[in-house]
């Protein structure tokens, strides 16, 4: 416990003290918040929460884009060497997976939350019940996806290759969910990628929360976006978190096993930082 | 005498090529072992391995009686590690580093202030504590990093290439205490070492290339083995001398200003030199180097 707090405690005071860091990942969420709901206004005239229905579909993005990203602070340990120490430490592999993802996870749930404060000021209709129940929710997508992330740095092992893999990852992922364009109106042929996809039940349950849906009939859920009917089989809100924590937990399986058998010390070490 | 490093048949290979090519040694427990070896001979490879995050191809490795395959959290507690690299994390002050490497070893919370101050005192940084690591030069660097390979009271430390580009004064220093260090706390010290008058003061020397130990014993049985001991003469009447060197059958070879003796027999040296006292004008013994060693052993200089 002391080691995962530990990293998670590191890796926080990294973030905070790297200034210029913090104040883009704030400018990034304001941004995509304010032209957002400019340019979408009229897409979503129609609806009876717009900005709710908005703002939670930023929220999520901007959850999930941050936990894949945060993971590469791993490949910046590892090219300056710091991984080294730690795995050397008598700490359990899932230790070290567990504090990096919980690090990573933070990070995306305290950026989520500011984006879901300022959007309180710009008309975001939430009792504090909901409040609590998306943060519940940015937590579990945000665990859920640092934990691919890392994953994927951990198979990566380099920058750029991560950065590759992320992009291919990021976009098809973003568009085929729901977040911005509603799953409604996207095609029939990409349908089954829509369903494949873990960030559309990551979203569907978010904007279950955010539009106060409690109340709809199961056909009323479908017609919304937010449950999915597979040929008679409802996939419904709360589905979503069984299906995110299963693909959280799978993805933190081979996160693990990646580090218990990976050679790091053969990675390239970057010039800088060595004593020379 | 119980060892405290084992390693029997260790072979690493990638692909065809073998970085490290079926060695096998031991250390003894608190004895300092110094592995000697031009670049890219397989020292890394060794430490890499018996500090658990490098996988061997076959052999194998025990740290205090415990696998560093199978029972790698054992070995891990045991360990203390300095690497080649600086693996401080920069963005954090040597204290948080400190402090984080406590947490990690689980350290008392009760002993962990003591403990930092005493390794900081050890290597004289005390007042850089509160420094980020980014601010300190490579010299400061390597001693924070060698302060925080000790905090947890290690039983095995490993030290690759401990005082490379640090200053005299400090690589003095830094010696001073992994001797007292060794002596307090029974420490068994591992290193590798480019500074072969470091080598000198070791208990065991292993000398390595391309993969294969080619010697290891003590330094003064290596000196003895493989160098020769020169004693140059100069006199301004050498005849006599060499006469008597070649009824004693010593080596001899005449020079410009007089002889050279190439032998270890030093006690027929100094008969030579009592009974020729009166001519003899001048005296110099060349003892033989680790330097003569490794370069006898493997065909170059250390340092290349």
């Known amino acids: 416990m002391r080691a995962i707090r530990a990293i998670l405690a590191r890796n926080l005071i990294k973030f905070f003290r790297d200034k210029m860091r913090f104040f883009f990942t704030l400018f990034m ?105 998306m943060v519940c929710l940015m937590l579990l997508v945000g665990i859920t996806f640092s934990s691919l992330g890392l994953f994927l740095a951990a198979l990566s092992k380099e920058s750029t290759t991560f950065q590759i893999m992320i992009s291919v990852v990021t976009m098809p992922l973003t568009f085929l969910s729901g977040a911005y364009i509603p799953t409604t109106v996207i095609p029939a042929v990409l349908r ?36 999915f009917d597979l040929h008679g089989f409802v996939v419904q809100p709360r589905h979503g978190v069984l299906i995110t924590l299963a693909i959280g937990a799978t993805f933190f399986g081979l996160c693990v096993n990646q580090f218990r058998k990976a050679d790091f010390s053969r990675v390239t070490v970057f010039k800088r930082g060595q004593h020379r | 005498m119980k060892s405290s490093i084992e390693v029997e048949n260790f072979t690493k290979a990638y692909g065809e090529f073998r970085a490290v090519d079926d060695i096998s040694f031991s250390v003894e427990e608190g004895a300092i072992f110094a592995f000697l070896g031009p670049n890219g001979a ?14 061997k191809t076959r052999g194998t490795l025990r740290i205090n009686g415990n696998d560093v395959t199978t029972e790698q959290a054992k070995v891990r507690k045991d360990i203390g590690i300095v690497f ?55 010299g400061l660097k390597r001693r924070a990093e060698i302060a925080r390979g000790l905090v947890h009271f290690p039983k095995v430390l490993f030290l690759d290439e401990p005082t490379t580009g640090l200053d005299p004064q400090t690589r003095a220093n830094v010696w001073d205490y ?44 290596l000196k003895k083995r493989h160098t020769r001991t020169t004693t140059r003469i100069k006199t301004s009447d050498p005849d006599p001398l060499l006469r008597y060197c070649a009824e004693k059958s010593l080596p001899v070879a005449r020079e410009s200003e007089g002889i050279s003796i190439t032998s270890t ?27 003569d060693v490794f370069i006898s052993l493997t065909g170059k200089e250390i340092r290349n």
């Not at chain 1, 908005?54 to 340990?77: H, R, Y």
Request: net charge negative.
């Open chain 1, 29 to 133: 969420s304001g941004f995509l918040l304010f032209t957002f709901s400019f340019v979408m206004k009229s897409a979503v005239a129609g609806l009876a929460h717009p900005m709710n229905y908005l703002v939670s579909g930023i929220i999520i993005m901007t959850v999930f884009q941050t936990a894949l990203n945060n993971s590469m602070s791993i490949l910046e340990d590892i090219s300056t060497g710091f991984m080294k120490e730690i795995l050397v430490a008598p700490i359990a592999r899932w230790q070290i997976a567990v504090g990096q993802v919980l690090s990573s996870a933070a990070v995306a749930v305290l950026q989520g939350v500011i984006v879901l404060v300022v959007g309180i000021f710009m008309g975001l209709d939430l009792d504090p019940v909901h409040f609590a129940m």
């Open chain 1, 192 to 227: 089954p990628i829509v369903y494949l996809n873990p960030l559309t039940y990551a979203t569907s349950m978010f904007r279950y929360a955010a539009l106060h849906m409690e109340t709809m009939t199961t056909t009323e859920l479908v017609k919304s976006g937010v449950a």
């Open chain 2, 42 to 55: 397989g020292k890394s490879t060794t430490i890499n391995t018996l500090c658990t995050i490098q996988h």
């Open chain 2, 84 to 138: 080649q690299e600086c693996t401080l994390d920069s963005k954090l002050t040597v204290r948080e580093n400190l402090k984080l490497h406590c947490d990690f070893y689980a350290v008392p919370k009760s002993e962990m202030k003591d403990r930092i101050e005493f390794v900081l005192g050890l290597v004289d940084i005390e007042e850089w504590g509160k420094a980020p690591v980014s601010a300190l030069s490579g």
């Open chain 2, 178 to 221: 992994i001797k007292k260090l060794q002596k307090q706390k029974n420490i068994t010290i591992f290193l590798t070492t480019h500074y072969l008058e470091e080598a000198e003061i070791c208990d065991q020397v292993a000398i390595i290339d391309h993969g294969k130990i080619v010697a290891h014993d003590t330094p003064y049985n």
């Open chain 2, 265 to 291: 027999d030093i006690g027929a040296v100094m008969d030579l030199v009592s009974i020729f006292k009166d001519s003899i004008q001048d005296l110099e013994i060349n003892k033989g180097k680790l330097d």
